[in-house]
């Protein structure tokens, strides 16, 4: 049963009631996409994803900040394989090493707005003016979008939706982090990416694809970026259960 997360979040949140539509709204001011590169082979992961839980807590979660974690497979090498890992986030985080004009990647890896973010810390509120992203979330999944950016023009648009995961206890047999039992949140668990056209879309809340992501607690996170770029103009995110 989808249910409203609170207005306090600071996000534009219709339809409490039982089979009523979840309506996620971003303010005009940026909201900025907090990504994290993890995994549960890496021994030095399990703290950034502490911090990163944290986030649950922040007033400013889902109104200032959207925050994200795609888990890795290249520590698979060492004996464990996560679970939670996927291919496609690998070569998304490739992607980014590209653009920077680095050679490699590492984790815990954080990423703010499409940018290398070394430290860790809780994004401040943005100045500039981004536009309205506006999503429409059905019982059944289905999902209705509408993106007004706050410049004009004649630009093209995609947008990401994903389903993120909380609450993933999983116990590390092998690699670095062999014995422990580590818990996820904010896991990126699906991501559906679709053209936008005159700043909307429809699609679907996508599936989880990981055999292990039996998450307690679902939220969604969406962002818009330049068609064809991977740094989002704005982002919305908001509780699903």
């Known amino acids: ?67 994200i974690a795609f888990h890795v497979d290249y520590w698979d090498r060492l004996g464990w394989r996560d679970p939670l890992a996927a291919k ?19 984790t815990p890896g954080f990423v703010l707005d499409g940018r290398e973010l070394r430290d860790r810390r809780v994004p401040a509120s943005a100045g500039e003016s981004a ?34 995961g909380f609450g993933l206890n999983i116990d590390v047999k092998a690699g670095e982090n062999s014995g422990r039992k580590l818990r996820h949140d904010f896991v990126v668990l699906g991501l559906t990416n679709e053209s936008m056209n005159a700043g909307a879309a429809e699609l679907r809340l996508p599936e989880p694809t990981q055999p292990a992501a039996t998450s307690a607690r679902g939220a969604i996170a969406a962002w818009v970026t ?3 770029q991977m740094e989002p103009l704005q982002a919305v995110g908001g509780w699903l259960r």
Not at 88 to 106: E, F, K, L, N, P
């Open 1 to 67: 049963m989808i249910k409203a997360v609170a207005f306090a979040l600071g996000i534009f949140v219709c339809g409490a009631a039982a089979g009523a539509d979840l309506v996620l709204e971003s303010q005009p001011a940026r909201t900025h996409l907090l990504e994290l590169y993890t995994s549960e082979g890496c021994s030095s992961c399990p703290p950034a994803e502490a911090w990163l839980s944290q986030l649950k807590s922040e007033p400013q979660l889902w109104r200032n900040f959207v925050p």
């Open 88 to 106: 496609q986030w690998t070569a998304r985080q490739y992607a980014y090493s590209a653009r920077w004009g680095s050679g490699s990647v590492y």
């Open 131 to 164: 536009g309205v992203l506006k999503l429409t979330v059905r019982e059944n999944g289905a999902i209705t979008a509408h993106f007004s950016p706050a410049t004009g023009g004649a630009r093209s648009f995609d947008l990401h939706v994903a389903r993120l």
């Open 226 to 228: 330049e068609a064809g």
